[in-house]
């Protein structure tokens, strides 16, 4: 197996780019209450909950899924795809035989039925951060873990928003795919209004 | 642009949008590869980008001029065959043939990552590439018998 090094020379690669128009200013600290903390958060999961993220957002199966209004019904990814515990694929077939790297997103983008693309490299999520099929609380208390977020605080989840450019895309998929509901910018505010609120959950 | 195939470098006069696909069929005359869908669902386009398997129709041209593009021209000669095309032939895998390019293509790929595929692997790294004869069973066999190959079995 050559995976390791086909990971180390995909990771060397830069994984994000500057592509950010999204302003990050929190509220000021206390002035969001828990209820307006866990109103933002009902939207937060909204957008966790959406295809355009959660189809990506899968567990330790390692099988992206396609689903929403263009698919019709809810299904693993077509052509027995599986991105491996690598996550892009580089124990069978790169995410990026596809879902090429390139650098103008509009391209392609809008041809319905083509693999997405954008300038980064294409890959799941880590298993941890799994959403598809999860419930509000159970994505709730999965993003505020540092242990299941990727240690990050609300500030930190705001800044990968900006920083990601596979998320950027949820919002502009094109080819006739739904976007994931707000907009990322109001995405990026619910987070941070959900973080000052203390990141309550409804469990609590 | 400069494009770099098979080890040559090529001088072509075309749009940066244009796809790798195109340019290497209807510029430069490289017809192993082939054109099946256009949307990355078939996988009869398939060349290597710097090794690894890619879609060229998904591919603009300008996105790779610094690159090292290959084509079934490029993966072996006649009289040096590459593992896999050694065992496409021994298995003789093709039928009607249009498809077996881009298999050829994603098998010598996937082989870099996984020299010792289980059958189960072999499915995952190639079920992506579409053949309307259902070669299947002998695609697997192939890959099978390019590893051994490949690992000096």
Known sequence: MRVLTVLAILFAAPAFAEVGKIEINPPAQGSVTRAEGLQAFDRIYEVASHPRCSNCHVGASNRPMWSGPSYGKTRPHGMLVNAGESRIG??????????????????????????PRVAADWQLPPVEFEWFGKTSVEVCNQMRDPERNGDRTYLDIASHLDHDVILHWAWEPGGGREPAPYSLQEHVNDVLAWGVAGMPCESD | MKLSVNGKSHDVDVENDMPLLWVLRDELGITGVKYGCGIAQCGACTVHIDGQAVRSCQIAAGEVEDAEITTIEGLGQPEALHAVQSAWIEHQVAQCGYCQSGQIMQAASFLQLNDEPTDEDIDFAMSANLCRCGTYPRIREAVKTAAKTLRGA
């Open chain 1, 90 to 115: 580089a124990e069978h077939i790169l995410c990026s035989t596809c879902h090429v790297n390139v650098e103008a997103t509009e391209r392609g983008n809008n041809v319905p039925h083509a693999a």
